[in-house]
């Protein structure tokens, strides 16, 4: 019996190899920090197979991991990258120590499980892989193991393109962002392919009314009343909608029901198809309306000090992520539109920006993932999307324009539905031990076919 051309001597020592190094990274408490001593770990089991690695960084306990395997030869550079910090948990939530790596029922457990040690072990085991077979390859491969993703305070990957940029610099990139997880479809298997993302467009609006003892209202100069008109107003109005070509060509490869698809493309009729696609397939969903355009949200309230008090102010914390054809100068006039036929006194204040961003969706790299796939995996097809969340792949697409960046890990054993939208940032947070390892070998054979 083979798995993915391997035999079952060869799976298991592959098996054995990944699970040793992945575990021993979730066992590593990297909560918002501490991703020195993960980054040892992987620069001990590199060094073993002969591979120098060395830690980058300015905070000595948050130290990023940057190695590189050069080829026989000249040719392209990819880098291969992933962080290893992770979120909190909540142990009681949980069946199994959070930070205990247990391997059970099939599967491995743990923070970061999914988001994204595994990625970060697997790349790791490829690399190593490579060296120890002397595949001869024409190019280099950099590996990045880094600090500081979920939060963000700019020692991670940030901090690299600013002040290592040669650590990261290469003419394609592989990190997470929802790729390599795929949908069933009409007997197909649908990879995603994340070759972009949405930017944060996040602001604050304020609303201003007369004060006074609360026995004595007035409700036509409230500023708690009119926030509740503006949120509402905010929370339900559609803002104008985009169908880019990267959206339209993944609502053909999703939806089966070619009336339905192509009322979805139609920007005039996309929200109401979205709903009606909600009804049939709530994944798919999930997946096509964040692209339709802006998503404000609102998430935080704040008015007044005492009951008994009218407050002269009050204002709302709106999330909202926008697509890589917009501007944030879209998102205002969307607010404008929207709030002024109110006739209320608010004010608009910008909370954090970022600019969104993407690669192309045809290159050499999403060839040999294609082809790497079919070649592993019966139906596969790939296809491009933007990822509604942001990842350190704005980074380097920004430091590197010419950089081709896409997430990519691909999850073979569990669809995503079978994942239930991912597992990352919940509790009991695990991945398909075949996963885990396809991952390593998959990793390891794109090498082989992008730099041949």
């Known amino acids: 019996m083979t798995r993915y051309g391997l035999d079952d001597q060869r799976w298991r020592e592959l098996e054995d190899e990944v699970l040793e190094l992945f575990t021993a990274l979730l066992r590593i408490d990297t909560t918002n920090g501490n991703e020195t001593a993960a980054a040892r770990v992987l620069q001990a089991y590199l060094a073993e197979h002969g591979i120098a690695a060395e830690l980058r960084g300015e905070l000595p306990d948050r130290q990023n991991l940057v190695a590189r395997l050069d080829g026989a030869g000249p040719g392209p550079t990819l880098t291969m990258m992933g962080h290893l910090d992770v979120v909190p948990a909540d142990a009681g939530e949980w069946s199994v120590p959070p930070f205990s790596g247990t391997v059970r029922d099939g599967y491995v457990w743990g923070v970061g499980a999914v988001d994204m040690k595994n990625q970060v072990a697997a790349e790791a085991v490829a690399l190593a892989r490579l060296k120890r077979s002397g595949a001869r390859f024409a190019g280099t491969v950099k590996y990045a193991a880094t600090a500081d993703e ?18 990261l610099r290469a003419d394609y990139c592989l990190n997470e962002g929802m790729g390599g997880l795929w949908l069933p479809v009409d007997g197909r298997k649908v990879f995603l392919l994340a070759v972009g993302e949405k930017a944060f467009a996040q602001f604050r609006i304020r609303t201003r009314g007369r004060g006074g003892h609360a026995s004595v209202p007035e409700k036509e100069h409230s500023a708690v009343i009119d926030l509740a008109r503006a949120v509402t107003a905010l929370g339900l109005a559609d803002p104008p909608t985009i169908v880019s070509a990267t959206t339209a060509r993944f609502i053909d490869a999703l939806v089966t029901d070619t009336a339905l698809a192509a009322r979805l493309k139609d920007p005039v009729t996309a929200r109401a198809a979205g709903a009606e696609l909600r009804r049939i397939d709530p994944m798919a969903a999930r997946l096509v309306e964040p692209l339709f355009g802006a998503t404000p949200t609102p998430t935080m309230l704040a008015a007044g000090q005492a009951v008994n008090v ?27 539109a929207t709030l002024d036929p109110l006739g209320i006194d608010w004010e608009f204040e910008w909370v954090d920006v970022t600019m969104p961003n ?17 070649r592993d995996v019966p139906g596969a097809v790939l296809v491009p999307m933007t990822s509604s969340s942001f990842t350190d792949s704005r980074w380097v697409r920004e430091a590197f324009p010419d950089c081709v960046a896409y ?45 041949a």
């Not at 979920?150 to 650590?167: N, Y």
């Not at 940032?425 to 390891?444: C, K, N, S």
Request: hydrophobic content about 40%.
């Open 310 to 336: 009218i407050p002269t102010r009050a204002e709302a914390c709106i999330d909202c992520r926008i697509l890589p054809e917009m501007t944030h100068a879209d998102v205002e006039a969307h607010v404008e």
């Open 407 to 451: 997430g990519f890990a691909p999850f073979v054993a569990e669809s995503l539905r079978d994942l239930d939208g991912g597992r990352d940032h919940e509790p009991d947070e695990r991945i398909h031990v075949e996963d885990v390892v396809y991952q390593a070998l998959f990793f390891e054979r794109l090498v082989r076919d992008l730099l």
């Open 150 to 167: 979920e939060v963000g305070e700019f020692c991670g990957v940030k901090w690299l393109c600013e002040h290592e940029p040669d650590a």
């Open 358 to 374: 993407s690669s192309p969706p045809a290159s050499p790299l999403a060839d040999s993932i294609a082809r790497v796939l079919r």
